[in-house]
Structures are given as C-alpha cells and as structure tokens.
C-alpha cells in the first residue's frame, strides 16, 4: 500500500492507507488538543486567528499562528521534495521517508517530555504539524490526490457531493466509482474519529499523556513492516514462479 502509485493503484490499496493514516491523524489530533488546546492536523482554524490578530495589530501573537501554518507547509513542502529527490531510485521506496520522519518526530516528543518537562509547547504543536504536513503531502502524492487524511472539512464536502450524485444516474453513469468513493471517505471520517476517541481515553482515562503518540508511531512502523514483509513474500513468489516457467520451457525437471 506504500508501494504502488497512478494506474498500478488499486481502490484496495487506496483503502489500506488512508484507515491506517486516518486513524493516526485522529489520534495526533486529540493528543495535540488535549495537551496544549490548539488543533494539530490541520491550519484552518490557525489561519483565521492568524488574520484576527494581524487586524488587532497583535503582531507577536500572530506570529506564534503563522509558525503554525508553516510548519504545516513544511512539512508538506519537505515530504514532496525528499520523493521528488529520490524517485529515480527504482529500489527505494520513497515513500518510506517521510513515513519514518513522521514516527521519529510522534516517537521524540514523549520520550523527551518524560526526561526534560516540555517549556516551550509551541514548538510540540510546530512539531506535530509538520509531521501532519508530511503525512498529507505524501499521502495525496501516492493517492493521486485521492486521499486526504488529516482533516475532514474537504472531506465532508466531498462526501456530500458523491452522495448527490447517486440521485443523478444519467449524469453519472459510473456508480460503482461512486459508491467505491463513498466508502473510502466514510472509511477515512470513522478511522479519524476512532483514533480520536481511543486517543482521547489513552490520553485522559488511562493517563497516558504524551505517551498517547507512541501509538500512533507504534502503528505507522508495523504497517511499514508489514508491506515491506508483503512486498518481499509476492517478489519470491514471482521469482519462483517465473524460474519454475525457465526450467519447464527448456524441458528441465
């Protein structure tokens, strides 16, 4: 599901990766609220109080808002570039990079936290959204702007439409295209807010704090494992079978 990009992307793989990133998404985002109350996935809400205070003249407090809605851009910016940069290297998987980026900044934040009290919490929502931005970015490029997983507002409005379109059978003629985009979405609104809720519990009931991101990291790395491990097993058997071919071709045994 990291693998596969544009045509050789099946509605399967599509499905596999925005559960996963979702469910992630939801649990940074509550984690990121419970902590410090500022939204960490996404800068809508950062971008209006950015122009609030930038109207009331509160230059300094608008600032810490921008640093915000950069850190968003960055990481986005950096998750395109490092692909970018390293898609000719056909035995890489490119996507792997910011994925592991993504686990290193959810894994770093707790593990500091516990032995160095955290001063300076702007710098763990900067932090939390570049990794959102990253995990956007790299998930749109591999989807072919399919998925998006780190926030809902687009995909409420997408879901809305598609679900329009049902009633208009002669305009749209393709419905298992639609309802196949109409599962995804739901799919990606219940796994965020899943992850929200679980994360909420970890964080608030079990008291897990911080330490609630090291699930979301804990996930993202089985999941690398787990296609890594899937890749290399259907490459064997390809190999294997393609030999077998060789062998019964040239009359061998």
């Known amino acids: 599901m990291f693998r596969h990009q544009g045509k050789s992307r099946t509605a399967t793989h599509n499905l596999q990766i925005a559960t996963i990133l979702s469910f992630v998404a939801g649990i940074v985002n509550v984690s990121g609220f419970l902590a410090y109350q500022q939204l960490t996935t996404n800068v809508t809400g950062h971008f209006a109080l950015f122009i609030n205070d930038v109207a009331n003249f509160d230059f300094w407090k608008g600032t810490i808002y921008f640093l915000y809605i950069f850190s968003f851009l960055l990481g986005s910016f950096s998750s395109s570039f490092l692909i970018e940069k390293f898609q000719e290297n056909g035995r890489l998987n490119v996507f792997v990079l910011p994925t592991l980026?993504?686990?290193?900044?959810?894994?770093?934040?707790?593990?500091?936290?516990?032995f160095i009290p955290i001063e300076y919490p702007d710098l763990i929502i900067c932090l939390l959204l570049f990794?959102?931005?990253?995990?956007?970015s790299f998930v749109?490029?591999?989807?072919?702007?399919?998925?998006?997983?780190?926030?809902?507002?687009?995909?409420?409005?997408?879901?809305?439409?598609d679900i329009s379109h049902l009633f208009f059978p002669k305009s749209y003629?393709?419905?298992?295209?639609?309802?196949?985009?109409?599962?995804?979405?739901i799919y990606?609104?219940?796994?965020?807010?899943?992850?929200?809720?679980?994360?909420?519990?970890?964080?608030?009931?079990?008291?897990w704090k911080?330490?609630?991101?090291?699930?979301?990291?804990?996930?993202?790395?089985?999941?690398?494992l787990y296609d890594d491990l899937r890749y290399g097993l259907i490459k064997t058997k390809r190999k294997h079978t393609q030999r077998k071919k060789t062998r019964v071709n040239k009359g061998l045994p």
């Open 101 to 114: 980026i993504e686990c290193l900044i959810l894994i770093s934040i707790p593990i500091t936290n516990y």
């Open 131 to 136: 990794a959102m931005g990253l995990q956007n």
């Open 140 to 161: 749109t490029k591999i989807s072919d702007a399919i998925v998006r997983t780190t926030h809902l507002t687009g995909l409420f409005t997408d879901l809305g439409i």
């Open 173 to 185: 003629p393709q419905k298992e295209k639609l309802k196949a985009n109409i599962r995804l979405r």
């Open 188 to 207: 990606i609104i219940s796994f965020f807010f899943s992850g929200g809720i679980i994360g909420g519990f970890l964080y608030s009931k079990a008291d």
């Open 210 to 224: 911080l330490n609630t991101l090291l699930l979301g990291a804990l996930i993202l790395v089985i999941s690398l």
